[in-house]
Every structure is written in structure tokens, then in C-alpha cells.
T-cell receptor, first 109, second 115 residues
Framework: SQQGEEDPQALSIQEGENATMNCSYKTSINNLQWYRQNSGRGLVHLIL?????REKHSGRLRVTLDTSKKSSSLLITASRAADTASYFC?????????FGTGTSLTVIP | SAVISQKPSRDICQRGTSLTIQCQVD?????MFWYRQQPGQSLTLIATANQGSEATYESGFVIDKFPISRPNLTFSTLTVSNMSPEDSSIYLC????????????FGPGTRLTVL
């Protein structure tokens, strides 16, 4: 399977804390994306980082990419209760999209 | 972005029956995909829906079980045939657009429960 791995599988933090999720993938990529899924609903695209980039920011999100280790991380700063969701990384090679196993984040008010 | 709707949003079906899920996009898109997400799991790609030709299925998925149509650039259907409880999942349609091939836009999903 080309599916990526994510850790932790589940993460529970207090509101205001930072949340870090990690993703590892298996093949060379064109870019890597992070998606968010609220319970039982569709996925929402959060951020894309290209294979030649090492770090990218968008609001409270910070994504890093280490192609030598085939890994990426998503940091959510100053978390809010509304950030409670599942987060998936998705590595893209050509026209192939490979989703990670996901991290379930709970932010406690 | 692309606005995607799916119908039905949820359904409860009996074993042995079939259900057809519709995916409608508000603009012409390049590629359309169908995913399955079993409870608590990640997304698994079922197939790429090709306009005017047979869908391209991933390993482990076959046309007899999951027939797919895509008669035009904005519409596709996925049928889950001869259902069993193991087919209980969320089924998601996604699309990519010309000029944004690396970003997928997802529909809200169809939650299927098979009794």
C-alpha cells in the first residue's frame, strides 16, 4: 500500500496549546497537502507544500517538509475548540494521491 | 474552488440491495474520483471516473461491485451493488480542476449503513 502513516493517531490538548501532527510517506512526491475532516463530513483542503519547499505558513498553520526523511509535520498554534477534527496528510505523485492514516485532534475548551 | 454536492447524504439499506450515489459539480472539472472511508479509517481510492469511458479501478475494487458512470464533465455516479454490512462506509466524491490539478475538492460524503 502506498498509504502514508501519521502519528499520533489521536491527540487531546487544551485550548490555547499547540498541536503537532506528523506524516510519513513512501515515494518521491510532487507536493504534499494537509486536509481537515470534521466528523463524518467531506475533507477540506488546508495547505499545500511543494517538494522544493521546506516550510510554509498559513494563518495559525505551519507545515514543514523533509524530503530526505519523507516526512512532514503540521503545527496548529493557539488551538481552539473549533479545531477539533481529523487531519490527513496527502502525498501527490503525478496524478496519484495517497492519504495518510489520519490524526484525530480534540481541543478541550 | 469547486462546489460539490452528493446525493443522498445518508442512507440505510438492506443487505443484497444496491444504492446509487450521485456527485454533481458546479463547474467543469478535470478529474473525478470516488473514495471510501470506513469507520475510523483513512480514505481509500475506489476509482477514477473517466468522462465517456470506463472508470479506472484501484486494486481490490471491481466494476461489477462498484459500477461508475461519468456522462459529462460535471456529473458522476457510483453504485454500490449487492451490499453487505462490510460496505457500510462514507463514500466521497472528489474533483480536481484545470490549473489546480494538485488540489482535490471533496463533496460532503454519503454515509451508508447496510443492515
Amino acid at each position: 500500500s502506498q498509504q502514508g502513516e501519521e502519528d499520533p493517531q489521536a491527540l487531546s490538548i487544551q485550548e490555547g496549546e499547540n498541536a503537532t501532527m506528523n506524516c510519513s510517506y513512501k515515494t518521491s512526491i510532487n507536493n504534499l497537502q494537509w486536509y481537515r475532516q470534521n466528523s463524518g463530513r467531506g475533507l477540506v483542503h488546508l495547505i499545500l507544500i511543494r517538494s522544493n519547499e521546506r516550510e510554509k505558513h498559513s494563518g495559525r498553520l505551519r507545515v514543514t517538509l523533509d524530503t530526505s526523511k519523507k516526512s512532514s509535520s503540521l503545527l496548529i498554534t493557539a488551538s481552539r475548540a473549533a479545531d477539533t477534527a481529523s487531519y490527513f496528510c496527502c502525498s501527490i505523485t503525478g496524478n496519484q494521491f495517497y492519504f495518510g492514516t489520519g490524526t484525530s485532534l480534540t481541543v478541550i475548551p | 474552488s469547486a462546489v460539490i454536492s452528493q446525493k443522498p447524504s445518508r442512507d440505510i439499506c438492506q443487505r443484497g440491495t444496491s444504492l446509487t450515489i450521485q456527485c454533481q459539480v458546479d463547474s467543469q472539472v478535470t478529474m473525478m474520483f470516488w473514495y471510501r472511508q470506513q469507520p475510523g479509517q483513512s480514505l481509500t481510492l475506489i476509482a477514477t471516473a473517466n468522462q465517456g469511458s470506463e472508470a479506472t479501478y484501484e486494486s481490490g475494487f471491481v466494476i461489477d461491485k462498484f459500477p461508475i458512470s461519468r456522462p459529462n464533465l460535471t456529473f458522476s455516479t457510483l453504485t454500490v451493488s449487492n451490499m453487505s454490512p462490510e460496505d457500510s462506509s462514507i463514500y466521497l466524491c472528489s474533483v480536481t480542476r484545470e490549473g489546480a490539478l494538485n488540489e482535490q475538492f471533496f463533496g460532503p460524503g454519503t454515509r451508508l449503513t447496510v443492515l
